[in-house]
């Protein structure tokens, strides 16, 4: 029943456009890396290399560097102040590596200069979560008894309210996400090309790897919006056919 009133419906066509601009996105990122890979850097210049001198050179002596195993897992940790890199990256002397590098090391800095979208960001983590548990029981459980009970009972419409306000906690997650992400590429860019130190094929091609991945968090955000509107189109047709 559940996969009638929900998966079997329609309005899943809705969300298809963003999944497939997810896939593109994932798929360019890829290329760019590859692409990355194979331009190498001088004097052997690693992403952890490059990453432990834009810290030291921005007064963040302190912020620890750690290896993490798997692909593309780099994050800067704001709780630990550690900036941990996949393998590739940390040991990699080509662009790609020293770009996802750089990027993580410009989250470190938005940390340090105190950036005001990141800091929201840190502060909705736990109230997102929350949500995000709580989103889809909320919704399916009020959308099968208003769909069950057909007069009366208002009670289940306001659940599916509150599923979707639950659910659009995330979406707003992931708007708060770009400017940060964004702001680190740029921030990366603008240290790797301050550096002097590389030549304008090194830079295009860590741009490049850069540009595709803030395409993943703009695919993100696209799939969050879509998915809520389907979301209110389960609600108001399930309301309607109450009445
Ligand atoms: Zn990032």
């Excluded at 803030?214 to 389960?234: D, E, F, P």
């Amino acid at each position: 029943m559940l996969f009638g009133l929900f998966w079997g419906d329609w309005t899943i066509l809705i969300v298809l456009p963003g999944l497939i601009f997810t896939l593109i996105a994932q798929a360019m990122v890829r290329s760019a890396y590859e692409a990355g890979a194979r331009v190498s850097m001088p004097w052997g210049m690693t992403g952890g290399a490059l990453a432990r001198r834009m810290l030291d050179a921005n007064g963040m002596a302190d912020v620890r560097i750690e290896r993490v195993p798997g692909t593309l897992t780099d994050h800067y940790d704001p709780r630990e102040r550690v900036l941990r890199l996949s393998e590739n990256v940390y040991t990699g002397a080509n662009a790609a590596a020293v770009g996802v590098a750089a990027h993580e090391a410009g989250h470190a800095m938005q940390d340090a200069r105190g950036y005001v979208p990141l800091r929201l960001r840190m502060a909705m983590v736990p109230v997102t979560n929350f949500g995000a548990r709580m989103a889809m029981p909320l919704f399916l459980i009020g959308l099968i008894f208003t769909s069950l009970f057909r007069t009366g009972i208002l009670f289940f419409e306001w659940l599916m309210l509150a599923g979707i306000l639950a659910f659009s906690l995330s979406v707003l997650f992931q708007l708060v996400t770009l400017p940060v992400e964004f702001n680190a590429s740029r921030r990366a860019l603008r240290s790797l090309a301050g550096s002097g130190t590389m030549s304008e094929e090194q830079l295009r091609a860590a741009r490049r790897v850069l540009s595709a991945a803030a395409m993943t968090y703009v695919a993100s955000l696209a799939v969050g919006l879509l998915s809520l509107l389907r979301l209110l189109l389960i609600f108001s047709s399930a309301s309607s056919r109450r009445r």
